[in-house]
């Protein structure tokens, strides 16, 4: 039986785009990899199971057939975050440059998030939109949107508003309330999205030059 590998130009660039991740988490590049090797051992059904393209192809990166797909829903619960991960590993390894680091990750997570993530966020943000046009406090559009979604889904939707839609003035303040009391008052946990931490930097500066005025 042949041995199932990556090529061996992937090994080097690899590590490469693991010692960017490095830099931004707390684990070591020799640990990023190794639970990448990991990842490709466990589901080595999936991520051996086609040869290796000779040159790296974005509209194959950036598309998901119907394996990928089932490949993603089929794991048990709590394996989707690693089954993502080895989803995009394998659409960046092809024979020619080995690996396309750094962006072609990127490339597949944003097609991906764009795709079958974003429209998920529609409705809230089509009742944050009806809420935003009057006079409400952040207390109030929370409580409506809690009768209706999963705080997760509420924060989510909220910062892909933020990143992807210009807001004036008074509706950009009302979003970092509503974020600030979904971590403060809702009990989500620390967030790492960078637009969610700059939307309540932004409310925690206002409110600190409002006290020194």
Aim: charged share 30%.
């Amino acid at each position: 039986m042949k041995r199932k590998k990556i090529p061996r130009k992937a090994v080097e660039r690899l590590m490469t785009h693991c010692e960017f991740l490095s830099k931004q988490s707390e684990q070591t590049a020799a640990e990023i990899f190794q639970e990448y090797l990991e990842l490709m051992k466990k589901y080595a059904d999936y991520f051996f199971r086609d040869p290796w393209p000779e040159k790296y192809d974005f509209k194959a990166a950036t598309t998901f057939a119907d394996a990928d797909l089932e490949f993603l829903t089929d794991g048990k619960e709590g394996e989707y975050a690693e089954r993502f991960k080895t989803l995009s590993l394998k659409k960046n390894i092809n024979l020619a440059t080995g690996f396309v680091e750094l962006i072609g990750p990127f490339w597949t997570w944003q097609a991906f998030h764009n795709e079958f993530i974003r429209p998920t966020y529609a409705p809230v943000q089509a009742v944050f939109d009806t809420l935003s046009d009057a006079d409400h406090d952040p207390e109030s559009v929370l409580a409506t949107l809690k009768a209706q979604f999963e705080i997760e889904l509420i924060h989510d939707s909220l910062v892909d508003l933020a990143e992807h839609r210009y807001l004036e003035k008074s509706v950009d303040r009302l979003l970092a309330g509503l974020l600030e009391l979904l971590h403060t008052e809702e009990g989500l946990q620390p967030c790492h999205e960078y637009q969610c931490k700059l939307q309540r930097k932004s409310l925690h500066n206002k409110s600190d030059s409002d006290k020194n005025f």
